[in-house]
């Protein structure tokens, strides 16, 4: 298998989890170790769990929509329910920002327009982290590129045990994030990645070229955009 597995988290298991550590805290409010106010204004937390769930678990190709709605309203909430801000105030800004994300989303999928058969494939590299982090290890024996997005987040992918025939490609996206991706040593790096207002540091050792009759080494180019975060790429 070339890309370790993650267990699936399905919106009911946060739902039912969320309705276990809700009763705990009604319990242990009944007993007087926690305050009953502070229990009941913090039930959105759900709404938030549930829409994080939900864009975690998309399938490829469904609108992230309902996801961010679930998340963007428990966050107005919460902030409501301690009068952190009126929820007119609120919805705004968030809404705002929403909008932008899927922007950015769809301006993103447009721009490296990754045939759906790579999508697909464990050989290719793909990742979101979207106000959370995320991890990816591949040990494929042929990579053949990959995609990775930050934004309001931390993604880290570590590929020290792939393996590469040529070249290949990672575009990466980070907006007010950070991405860390750590490469075997035998890789030569080519970072053509742009930083505004951000930071990329390439740790990793570059070797004299190969000489005439040598194979040459796999070659990884590194595209993209790093907007207010950082990318730091480092040696295996």
Known sequence: MSETKHASTS??????????ILGCLLFLSNLGFVGHHIVMKLWP???????????????EGRSVVGG???????????????????IEDLIGPIIVVAVGILLVNHALRRQRDVPQHLQASEDFLSGSAI?????????????????????????????SRAQMKGSARIDVF??????????????????????ALGGIEDKTHHGPAAVEGQEPRPRLVITGLVLFGGLEIKPA
Do not use: K, Y
Not at 76 to 86: A, T
Not at 138 to 145: P, V
Not at 177 to 184: D, H, I, K, Q, S
């Open 11 to 20: 919106p009911q298991l946060i739902l039912g989890a969320g309705i276990v």
């Open 45 to 59: 937390l759900v709404l938030v769990a549930l829409g994080a769930a939900r864009l975690i678990n998309r399938p």
């Open 68 to 86: 961010f709605i679930l998340c963007g309203l428990g966050v107005i909430l919460l902030l409501h329910n301690f009068d952190l801000g009126r």
């Open 131 to 159: 106000f959370g982090g995320v991890e990816r290890r591949l040990a494929t024996q042929d990579f053949q590129g990959g995609e990775l997005t930050s934004m309001f987040g931390g993604f880290e992918a570590d590929l």
């Open 174 to 195: 980070v907006l007010f994030g950070g991405a860390e991706l750590r490469v075997p040593e035998g890789w030569d790096v080519s970072v053509r990645a742009t930083a």
